[in-house]
Nanobody, 126 residues
Framework: QVQLVESGGGLVQAGGSLRLSCAPS????????MGWFRQAPGKEREFVAA????????LYADSVKGRFTISRGNAKNTVYLQMNSLKREDTAVYYC???????????????????WGQGTQVTVSS
């Protein structure tokens, strides 16, 4: 069974940092674009960041630009989300996803992603 497994979530004070990781199980995703989405209680799932399978292109939501950084591991199979200067409004369940798209493309729509993780909770306190 193909899975994406997120880790690194937790409770952090506003202004702090967390690093989320997403590792695959069951297959490799080195040729897939990878993305992070989040969903807060009572809200729809929203795009956070994406990275092309080549690792050369990235895309960020305006709300996290300059604070979050998406990257891939050396084998391009693991993806990370470094989150700095966290705010209360960043509180959400964060999901990792993989998309089989053309090289260099960084999809922002959830419908473009083929595989999803179960999510990891990030809670930012004031």
């Amino acid at each position: 069974q193909v899975q994406l497994v997120e880790s690194g979530g937790g409770l952090v004070q506003a202004g702090g940092s967390l690093r989320l990781s997403c590792a695959p199980s069951g297959r490799t995703f080195s040729n897939y674009a990878m993305g992070w989405f989040r969903q807060a209680p009572g809200k729809e799932r929203e795009f956070v960041a994406a990275i092309a399978w080549s690792g050369g292109s990235t895309l960020y939501a305006d709300s996290v630009k300059g604070r979050f950084t998406i990257s891939r591991g050396n084998a391009k199979n693991t993806v990370y989300l470094q989150m700095n200067s966290l705010k209360r409004e960043d509180t959400a369940v964060y999901y990792c996803a993989a998309a089989a798209v053309r090289i260099g493309y960084t999809p922002a729509a959830a419908a473009e992603y083929d595989y999803w993780g179960q999510g990891t909770q990030v809670t930012v306190s004031s």
